[in-house]
């Protein structure tokens, strides 16, 4: 195998300048392109391959990025959080930088080992989920001066910010069944046991667009009873469908309906299936995510999280606080939100004429 010295020798350059070239980074900038060149074609004449551990010591750097995840949490692996870690992933390979979920022992959780592995320099930066850290997270935490960027996290915090701004997509979803002729169209949102509403942000964005369009925008909200309701994937379909299987049994005014998730929309499409009606033919459904819409049948249109968008601008940030292009300091407090998009399928239609469902 090749060695530093004789891709040195055989580009005509110093030891130092062909290991700053090869390591890249900030130090191969200062380098002119001309010498750069016989480097590279130098090294790949010769098959070099750096080794990983040296060229870490070098640097002071391990060039990889660590997001925190609990690795038995298969609902989230599989469905809201998969695409966001891709995302991540995609994006740090694109900047030349390894990827590594990072998950608990049995002495620490996910987050201790994340922080544990930027101390010891495995990893250059962090991305964690906002629902983790805000479980999982003390206080003192917050105030950690750390390369760590949340992804959809809410609360206040120092900490770099990277979140969904729902209100576009929603716009796009009430213009695209207003341009299809519907004229009453339902949002349905949840309250939870403890009484607080869901996403409240999302029922006023939609509340908004109803009134600008000039429409009827009715608002009702499905409240879980009991633990199971909320407790897993087939428990939230299969309550949503028994409740809105009552809203058809007493009788429901709309053309069309926009669903707090996906899921509720599946819970929708099978209480209607069961009433004897059919989508969009009867009532045109809109779903929130983008993870389960192609599972529909027929698919359902839907305003995407872009889970995967915010992963790669969490990771866009995590790398330049990781290269030092940017500071903890510069970063504080710094929030951006991604706009969500409304990706029509095959749920929605021109309403029959106006009926009670």
Same mark, same amino acid.
């Given at each position: 195998?090749?060695?530093?010295?004789?891709?040195?020798?055989?580009?005509?350059?110093?030891?130092?300048?062909?290991?700053?070239?090869?390591?890249?980074? %900030?130090?191969?900038?200062?380098?002119?392109?001309?010498?750069?060149?016989?480097?590279?074609?130098?090294?790949?004449?010769?098959k070099?391959?750096?080794? =990983?551990h040296?060229?870490?010591?070098?640097?002071?750097?391990?060039?990889?990025?660590?997001?925190?995840?609990?690795?038995?949490?298969?609902? %989230?692996?599989?469905?809201? $959080?998969?695409?966001?870690?891709?995302?991540?992933?995609?994006?740090?390979?694109?900047?030349? =930088?390894?990827?590594?979920? !990072?998950?608990?022992?049995?002495?620490?959780?996910?987050?201790e080992?994340?922080?544990?592995?930027?101390?010891?320099?495995?990893?250059?930066?962090?991305?964690?989920?906002?629902?983790?850290?805000?479980?999982?997270?003390?206080?003192?935490?917050? /105030?950690?001066?750390?390369?760590?960027?949340?992804?959809?996290?809410?609360?206040?915090?120092?900490?770099?910010?990277?979140?969904?701004?729902? @209100?576009?997509?929603?716009?796009?979803?009430?213009?695209?069944l207003?341009?299809?002729?519907?004229?009453?169209?339902? $949002?349905?949102?949840?309250?939870?046991?403890?009484?607080?509403?869901?996403?409240?942000?999302?029922?006023?964005?939609?509340e908004?667009? *109803?009134?600008?369009?000039?429409?009827?925008?009715?608002?009702?909200?499905?409240? $879980?009873?009991?633990?199971?309701?909320?407790?897993?994937?087939?428990?939230?379909?299969r309550?949503?469908?028994?409740?809105? @299987? /009552?809203?058809?049994?007493?009788?429901?005014?709309?053309?069309?309906?926009?669903?707090?998730?996906?899921?509720?929309?599946?819970?929708?499409?099978?209480?209607?299936? /069961?009433?004897?009606?059919?989508?969009?033919?009867?009532?045109?459904? !809109?779903?929130?995510?983008?993870?389960?819409a192609?599972?529909? %049948?027929?698919?359902?249109?839907?305003?995407?999280?872009?889970?995967?968008?915010?992963?790669?601008?969490?990771?866009?940030?995590?790398?330049?606080?990781?290269?030092?292009?940017?500071?903890?300091?510069?970063?504080?407090?710094?929030?951006?939100?991604?706009?969500?998009?409304?990706? %029509?399928?095959?749920?929605?239609?021109?309403?029959?004429?106006?009926? *009670?469902?």
């Amino acid at each position: 195998m090749a060695t530093l010295t004789e891709v040195a020798k055989l580009a005509g350059v110093s030891i130092s300048t062909a290991s700053k070239v090869l390591g890249g980074g %900030v130090e191969a900038d200062r380098i002119s392109p001309q010498r750069a060149d016989l480097v590279r074609h130098a090294a790949e004449r010769l098959k070099y391959r750096p080794n =990983y551990h040296a060229r870490s010591l070098l640097r002071g750097k391990a060039q990889a990025l660590g997001f925190v995840l609990h690795a038995s949490e298969s609902d %989230v692996i599989g469905g809201f $959080w998969a695409r966001t870690i891709g995302g991540v992933a995609d994006q740090a390979r694109a900047h030349g =930088y390894d990827f590594l979920v !990072i998950g608990p022992t049995g002495e620490m959780n996910e987050l201790e080992r994340g922080l544990q592995y930027l101390k010891e320099g495995r990893i250059d930066a962090l991305v964690a989920p906002g629902f983790i850290y805000s479980v999982r997270a003390s206080e003192a935490l917050h /105030e950690l001066q750390a390369p760590i960027v949340l992804a959809e996290y809410y609360k206040p915090t120092h900490l770099p910010v990277v979140g969904l701004d729902p @209100a576009p997509g929603i716009a796009e979803a009430v213009k695209h069944l207003v341009d299809l002729g519907h004229r009453e169209i339902l $949002w349905l949102g949840f309250v939870e046991k403890n009484g607080q509403e869901v996403a409240p942000e999302r029922r006023e964005a939609f509340e908004r667009c *109803a009134q600008a369009s000039g429409i009827r925008g009715k608002v009702e909200h499905f409240r $879980w009873t009991s633990a199971e309701s909320s407790g897993s994937t087939p428990a939230f379909i299969r309550r949503s469908k028994e409740m809105f @299987a /009552e809203k058809i049994r007493a009788g429901l005014n709309a053309t069309a309906v926009i669903a707090y998730n996906e899921l509720m929309g599946l819970g929708i499409y099978a209480a209607l299936h /069961e009433a004897g009606l059919r989508v969009p033919r009867d009532l045109s459904v !809109i779903g929130f995510d983008d993870i389960h819409a192609d599972l529909a %049948v027929p698919p359902m249109t839907t305003v995407s999280l872009m889970l995967g968008q915010i992963g790669r601008r969490a990771a866009d940030l995590a790398v330049e606080l990781a290269a030092g292009r940017r500071t903890t300091l510069d970063l504080r407090r710094h929030r951006e939100q991604v706009a969500a998009q409304l990706i %029509v399928k095959e749920s929605t239609a021109a309403p029959r004429e106006r009926r *009670a469902l």
